[in-house]
């Protein structure tokens, strides 16, 4: 009989590994879910309407509210491409929205016209549908609130919360102070509400030249934040904006334009990176400013802020990617070794991977590195579940079945992915002449090497027992063929197979029927896990074998394979097809991971 009581120690049992669909990133707990958990069973945001304006029911493109519970945003600036980092920041915030019946927005952060290009905004946006994530309504620019940003300076004029300042930049650094002296206030902090107006408008109307004055918000020049010591929030800038073209020619800086646009959409938990805790003080000043001054409702959004992420072996900086770019360390944004997602697509990296990695790194308020080695292995666990097995022979030799005739073939028959029978399997043609590794031959073998050496019998797998008789040599001594002899009542598959015991396994192809191909081996970008670190140029720090480009002979089947379509090659790693480079009926294979983390040991 069965015993009715649970043992109490008994483990649950864990969730499959298995990564179909959003449940794979179904998640644990954090402190950014405790502040959201809270938040929600206070009602603090069941009053709200949307729009952030008082009385709007309608977005500000005129779409009814929605009934999202909660609103996150994940809000890149248009002037670069996304990264590993910001994979991590997507995958929070539209997991959060995912999680509790929300929205999350994306949202262009678009205020800086003299580096912001369309061809980002093309490429955050496929990135970001790759990822798996949907905005649904919810697509915005920074840029769209250009008008109400103009509206809120003058409310905070209005309100005397602003004023515009004509001192140099020089002497606005000198009355700055430091962290340890207070700063000193501006000769023109007191001008009137009137005339900060006037000048207000001069600038948005032309009337003044570039960094001749600036719109200060006045909070406290003494303050211990130096964020709060009457920071800019307007600046004249003439330059021409990739979405509003040349209508204005003052510019809101960041720290101003950020709550702003979070409130406007009605975002409750604005999620962003450490680097921002000291300007938490400044974002809610701001709104607190614009609610008393009617121009916002409560409650208002909040930010909170996690580790950003910092992933060894690569760098997670735009500025060093857009250099690796422009001084063509590598070829192109979505190179395979960079660590922009679209350089990770193209490497066969898969979405799936990049969900369960960023659930596995967790969030946290620590700063951590994260070893790249975590990422290959998420990487490694979904390919393993979704890449069909196929045979690849990287370096080359013939082997020569001397006893098979030459005008026979005959087809063996190799599992797709022998986790799962259903995939079924293919045939794989054979004959008398295979190309096999290099590296499966050795003319002397050294201790323990199970492979062909002459008088020693393998299997060729899903295929005969054969052994190995000798070699051919050209004029330098290198082996130029490999010499074997099969055993016809050997034959995977067939009954009896087995009677003749051998170690060893080899893989191989027929050479009459293999695809020759360009296979590209991709290796780590940089060779230490801390790139530039200490006093080193972190150039300096790049990995001379990143790529190697070999021609290889794949089985007869990844012919027809279509760009992006990815593979297991047997014994070698994770491949796919890649996205650009690929023609019909001719594509070529990038290395997504080995099949073990090697790194370092060869
Ligand atoms: P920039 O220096 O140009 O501001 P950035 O990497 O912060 O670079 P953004 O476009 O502003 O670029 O980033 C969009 C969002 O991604 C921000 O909310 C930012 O906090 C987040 N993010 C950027 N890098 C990382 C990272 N390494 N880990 C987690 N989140 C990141
Ligand atoms: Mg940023």
């Known amino acids: 009989m069965s015993n009715p009581t649970p043992d109490p120690i008994k483990k649950k049992p864990a969730p499959p590994s298995s990564l179909t669909g959003d449940e794979a990133t179904a998640s644990t707990s954090n402190f950014i879910r405790s502040t959201i958990d809270a938040d929600l069973a206070a009602g603090k945001y069941a009053t709200r309407t949307w729009g952030g304006r008082p009385g709007t029911a309608v977005t500000h493109k005129g ?81 769209d609130y250009f008008d109400v940003m103009y509206e809120a300076a003058q409310r905070l004029i209005e309100t005397g919360h602003a004023y515009v300042d004509q001192q140099t930049a020089e002497e606005m650094r000198a009355s700055r102070g430091t962290l340890t002296e207070p700063g000193k206030n501006s000769p023109y902090r007191n001008r009137s509400a009137e005339e900060n107006l006037r000048l207000l408008r001069e600038m948005r109307d032309g009337k003044h030249a570039d960094g001749s004055m600036v719109l200060r918000a006045k909070i406290d020049m003494a303050s211990p934040n130096i964020n709060l010591r009457d920071p800019a929030l307007y600046r004249i800038r003439r330059a021409t ?43 809610d000043w701001l709104l607190e400013r614009l609610a008393d001054g009617g121009l916002l409702q409560r409650p208002l959004p909040q930010q909170i802020e996690f580790a950003r992420l910092n992933l060894t072996y690569v760098v997670l900086s735009k500025r060093k990617l857009i250099q690796l770019v422009d001084d063509k360390h590598v070829a192109g944004w979505d190179d395979p070794r960079l660590p922009t997602l679209a350089g ?53 030799v013939k082997l020569v079945i001397d006893n098979y005739p030459d005008d026979r073939e005959e087809e063996c028959f190799a599992p797709n992915h022998p986790q799962k029978p259903e995939l079924g399997k293919r045939a794989v043609p054979l004959s008398r002449e295979l190309w096999v590794e290099r590296e499966d031959f ?161």
Request: proline share 7%.
């Open 63 to 143: 779409a009814p509210a929605d009934p999202a519970k909660i609103r996150t945003r994940f809000p890149p600036e248009p002037n670069g491409y996304l990264h590993i980092g910001h994979a991590k920041s997507i995958c929070l915030n539209f997991g959060l929205a995912r999680d509790y019946g929300g929205a999350c927005h994306l949202r262009f952060d678009d205020t800086n016209p003299e580096k912001e290009e369309q061809e980002y905004v093309d490429a955050i946006v496929d990135t970001v549908t790759w990822l798996g994530f949907n905005w649904g309504a919810h697509l915005y620019y920074a840029s």
């Open 241 to 283: 904006h990739h979405r509003t073209g040349d209508k204005w020619c003052i510019y809101p800086m960041y720290a101003y334009a950020h709550p702003l646009e979070d409130a406007l959409e009605n975002v409750t938990h604005s999620v962003c990176t450490l680097e921002f805790a000291d300007q938490r003080p400044f974002y």
């Open 442 to 602: 050795m003319e002397t073998p050294a201790k323990g090497y199970f492979r062909l050496f002459p008088g020693n019998s393998v299997r060729l797998r899903y295929g005969y027992v054969v052994k190995c008789t000798g070699c051919d040599k050209d004029a330098q001594g290198n082996v130029i063929a490999v010499h074997c002899e099969y055993d016809p009542d050997t034959k995977s598959g067939t009954p009896g197979a087995d009677k003749v015991k051998v170690k060893g396994n080899i893989h191989w192809l027929s050479a009459r029927h293999a695809y020759p191909c360009e296979v590209r081996l991709y290796d780590r970008l940089f060779k230490d896990p801390h790139p530039g670190s200490g006093d080193r140029d972190y150039i300096n720090d790049l990995n001379p074998d990143s790529i190697k480009i070999i021609a290889a002979q794949l089985e007869p089947a990844l012919q027809t394979a279509l760009p992006e379509q990815r593979f297991q090659f047997e014994r070698h790693g994770y491949f796919v097809a890649d996205l650009r480079d690929s023609r019909p009926g001719v594509p070529v294979f990038n290395r997504a991971v080995t099949l073990r983390d090697s790194w370092g040991k060869h």
């Open 344 to 396: 990770a697509r193209r490497r066969g990296y898969t979405p799936e991977g990049f969900r369960l990695f960023a659930e596995r790194i967790g969030v946290s308020k620590a700063d951590s590195w994260i070893d790249y080695s975590v990422l290959e292995d998420c990487m490694r666990e979904h390919l393993n579940d979704i890449a069909e097995r196929r045979i690849a022979v990287l370096d080359p």
